[in-house]
């Protein structure tokens, strides 16, 4: 069974930093897409990061671009946020998916693409 597990979230000041992880298990994800989706309170699902399998392309949302680094260890099967000068509109909870099917062509922001995701974990930022 697969199974997405979330860490590092927590409460910080404007400006601060944080660290998400996400680890894969119940099978190898070291070919699949993987993401960084987020959700705020009352707000619909945001597209945050995506790193290709190989690490060849990587993507932003526009919000996060310049603040956030996605990376990937693909022999721990752990995704990774980097998440810097965190700012109040950041707080949300962080959600990591994964697609199924390996070797996808390219990258993608749509939630649609899929198959698995994490429990999420809460930031919250102070102002």
């Known amino acids: 069974q697969v199974h997405l597990e979330e860490s590092g979230g927590g409460l910080v000041q404007t400006g601060g930093s944080l660290t998400l992880s996400c680890v894969a298990s119940g099978r190898g994800f070291d070919r699949n897409i993987m993401a960084w989706f987020r959700q705020a309170p009352g707000q619909g699902r945001e597209f945050v990061a995506t790193r290709k399998w190989d690490n060849t392309i990587t993507e932003y949302g526009d919000s996060v671009k310049g603040r956030f680094t996605i990376s990937r260890d693909n022999a721990k099967n752990t995704l990774y946020l980097q998440m810097n000068s965190l700012r109040p509109e950041d707080t949300a909870v962080y959600y990591c998916?994964?697609?199924?099917?390996?070797?996808?062509?390219?990258?993608?922001?749509?939630?649609?693409?899929?198959?698995?995701w994490g429990q999420g974990t809460q930031v919250t930022v102070s102002s």
């Open positions: 998916a994964a697609g199924r099917t390996p070797y996808y062509i390219g990258t993608s922001t749509y939630d649609t693409t899929y198959d698995y």
